[in-house]
């Protein structure tokens, strides 16, 4: 259980893991350093303390609304489809956009028998994609990673997931004539315009229930400023912008309305 460390934390502990807190690792999850003699390590967003039988133990801290890097930084360095704010509530809030017609290339992410969507599953489908920019196409053609990686997730009711689909954006000089996937797991589809509403979030946190926690925070928004009826009648969807070893993340959370998609042949 997380909660059986049996170590003391005195004063100089304590002035060691805040330390740590403003020195934390970039995207090395698996990787530990040592702070002092007081058997703790760094892991990600969480504290790793060892226990006197020498397994290590995860702390997870509080599921928190870190600082994100802003949208406009992001599409500066790594090409985004086109998108226009329409509303906005404030930093770390209810955001409105609307993101303009474009082909994205596709694959669908296996969902378990308890209605949600496992890592191994969202990793299993993002290497799919990979690959297909990575060149296994019908062209063998390298496309550029661009940003952000969709996951929409399809409702059996508000709280099961009866499928989920992850898109890559391709990129403006392949939009016009994208290559062929090779397999059927794989596809191409155009999404119409889109409006977004979204909220966003940073850290590397991997905590449970942080996703869920800021979807409940968005419908409640949403809700409160009348755009939103029923959540069934919109698509959540998980954003993710940046890697994980990026310094400041961007992540958000977002219902889309008035999608209009077209699979290619």
């Known amino acids: 259980d997380d909660d059986d460390d049996d170590?003391?934390?005195?004063?100089?502990?304590?002035?060691?893991?805040?330390?740590?807190?403003?020195?934390r690792e970039r995207g090395h999850e698996g990787h530990r350093h040592h702070h002092g003699d007081d058997k703790k390590h760094h892991h990600g967003d969480d504290d790793v303390y060892k226990h006197k039988d020498g397994d290590y133990k995860y702390k997870h801290k509080p599921c928190t609304c870190k600082k994100t890097e802003p949208l406009d930084s992001i599409c500066s360095h790594t090409e985004c489809p086109s998108y226009k704010i329409?509303?906005?509530?404030?930093?770390?809030?209810?955001?409105?956009?609307?993101?303009?017609?474009?082909?994205?290339?596709s694959t669908r992410v296996s969902v378990g028998d308890d209605g949600d969507i496992t890592e191994d599953a969202a990793n299993k489908a993002f290497m799919r994609l990979f690959a297909y920019i990575d060149g296994y196409n019908s062209d063998s053609l390298k496309i550029a990673m661009t940003s952000p990686v969709l996951t929409r997730m399809f409702m059996k009711n508000k709280e099961e997931i009866n499928g989920a689909v992850m898109s890559f954006y391709l990129p403006e000089i392949n939009q016009a004539n994208p290559p062929k996937p090779l397999g059927d797991s794989v596809y191409v589809e155009e999404?119409?315009?889109?409006?977004?509403?979204?909220?966003?979030?940073?850290?590397?946190?991997?905590?449970?229930?942080?996703?869920?926690?800021?979807?409940?925070?968005?419908?409640?928004?949403?809700?409160?400023?009348?755009?939103?009826?029923?959540?069934?009648w919109y698509m959540p969807t998980i954003i993710e912008y940046l890697p994980p070893w990026w310094p400041r993340q961007r992540h958000e959370v977002?219902?889309?309305?008035?999608?209009n998609e077209k699979q290619h042949a």
Do not use: P
């Open 7 to 23: 170590d003391d934390h005195d004063d100089d502990g304590m002035k060691r893991k805040r330390r740590a807190l403003h020195h």
């Open 86 to 105: 329409l509303d906005t509530d404030g930093a770390c809030g209810f955001q409105k956009k609307e993101i303009s017609s474009a082909n994205w290339v």
């Open 191 to 232: 999404f119409g315009d889109v409006v977004v509403y979204s909220r966003a979030f940073g850290g590397h946190s991997k905590c449970r229930g942080l996703y869920k926690k800021h979807f409940k925070m968005l419908y409640e928004a949403m809700a409160k400023a009348g755009d939103v009826n029923d959540v069934l």
């Open 254 to 259: 977002a219902f889309i309305k008035e999608v």
